[in-house]
Each structure stands twice: as structure tokens, then as C-alpha cells.
């Protein structure tokens, strides 16, 4: 099985920055696309950026310039830093991972437990 542990949420005022962590463990044959999802009380889980194997990144128009993924593959490892937040980032942050394990002729799709972050003055 594998695991998604999310870090690095936290209250930050309007502004601020915050860098979530996404550590992916367990027998891991290898990770395809890596994602971040955020959802708000009351609202759908959305997408907020995408990562595929190949560095290739996509963003949510709402986080457009603001938001950059990255990941480190050596380590399993997803990451989202997040600039100029505004108050309506706050959400719970999922981290997503397509993943191949170690034996598997195909991949499948993994969650973490989330991470909340809070923008408020």
C-alpha cells in the first residue's frame, strides 16, 4: 500500500506564503502525475495544480502566478508553494498521487489526509 503524508499548513495573514509537503511512501514502483486538490466548507474539492512525471505543470486559474508545484522524485515528494495568499485559499489542501507499486502491471490513485491553511488578518 501506499501512504501520502501532507505538511506545512498553518494560519498565515492575507499575503504571506506557506510551502506544503506531500511525502508518498510504501513499496512505490514509481509515481505518475502528482496533484494538489483544496476544499472549502461548503464547496466541491478542486483542483489546484497538477505535476505529471515529466515536470510538465498546470494550475488552476485561481492560483495562476501565485501557486508553483514542484516535486522531487529521489524522494517521493510533492511540494506547493503558495505566495500572495488571499483569503479565499483557505481550504483543506489534498495532496493526490497516481502511483505504480513495486510488482503492479498498472497504477492507481492515492490521498492524503489533508492539511488545512488559513488566510485571515
Known amino acids: 500500500q501506499v501512504q501520502l503524508v501532507e505538511s506545512g499548513g498553518g494560519l498565515v495573514q492575507p499575503g504571506g506564503s506557506l510551502r506544503l509537503s506531500c511525502v508518498a511512501s510504501g513499496s ?3 509515481i505518475m502525475r502528482m496533484n494538489w486538490f483544496r ?3 461548503g464547496t ?3 483542483l489546484v495544480a497538477t505535476i505529471t512525471s515529466g515536470f ?3 494550475y488552476a486559474d485561481s492560483v495562476k502566478g501565485r501557486f508553483t508545484i514542484s516535486r522531487d522524485n529521489a524522494k517521493n515528494t510533492v511540494y506547493l508553494l503558495m505566495n500572495s495568499l488571499k483569503p479565499e485559499d483557505t481550504a483543506v489542501y489534498y495532496c493526490n498521487a497516481e502511483v505504480r507499486l513495486s510488482g503492479a502491471s498498472n497504477s492507481n490513485d492515492y490521498w492524503g489526509q ?3 491553511v488559513t488566510v485571515s488578518s
Open 28 to 30: 512505490i514502483f514509481g
Open 39 to 41: 476544499q472549502a466548507p
Open 44 to 46: 466541491e474539492r478542486e
Open 56 to 58: 510538465l505543470t498546470n
Open 114 to 116: 489533508g492539511t488545512q
